[in-house]
């Protein structure tokens, strides 16, 4: 299996995630393949919005990502380093799918059976990401597979906004 047109599996960086990551007022690790902690989740509760705060391991804070609970149509933002992006879902088709804007840089496009955690991220047609429940064997993990040559913050925090969207 190849990500982008270059890129294959073997140079990709896999994290776990849990199913249900995007409880909001629970705290989550994201974890490498190996099972180490890699970023946490942290879930607050505001009265207009859900916010995730997205910290490394030294507890900086890398994202912010915050749903807008009073919005005519489901969005959430995303602050990458000042740098925002808004994930909505497509408003067309039968199957889920998702529009990054991404401000200062390349949309992204989502597409796949998002529910079930099999769906890729997409720029300019290549494969910047995948998530897929079959490469864990642990009950209620899904895997994020990215090219670290990417912006893997924003991809594992593109991730989180379309769980929180896709199971509202």
């Known amino acids: 299996m190849a990500l ?9 960086q896999r994290f776990q995630m849990r199913e249900r990551l995007v409880s909001v007022g629970d705290d989550y690790w994201i974890e490498n393949e190996a099972g ?3 970023f946490k989740v942290n879930g607050k509760v505001a009265r ?53 804007e991404v401000e200062h840089g390349k949309d992204l496009k989502i597409h796949g059976n998002i529910v ?4 890729e991220i997409e720029r300019d047609g290549d494969t910047v ?3 897929s429940k079959k490469w864990f064997r642990v009950r209620d993990t899904y895997g994020v597979e ?5 912006d893997v913050v924003l ?13 509202d």
């Open 48 to 100: 207009v919005r859900d916010t995730w705060v997205l910290e490394d391991l030294h507890g900086s804070r890398v994202a912010t990502i915050r749903e807008r609970k009073l919005s005519v149509r489901d969005a959430i933002k995303i602050d990458v380093g000042g740098r925002e992006s808004t994930v909505k879902k497509a408003l067309v088709g039968i199957r889920d799918r998702f529009h990054v």
């Open 146 to 150: 990215v090219d670290p040559d990417d």
């Open 36 to 38: 180490d902690r890699q």
């Open 129 to 131: 990401a995948r998530i």
């Open 4 to 12: 982008g047109r270059r890129r294959h599996h073997e140079t990709m």
């Open 155 to 167: 991809l594992l925090a593109v991730t989180v906004a379309v769980d929180a969207l896709a199971h």
């Open 116 to 119: 079930d955690h099999e769906y």
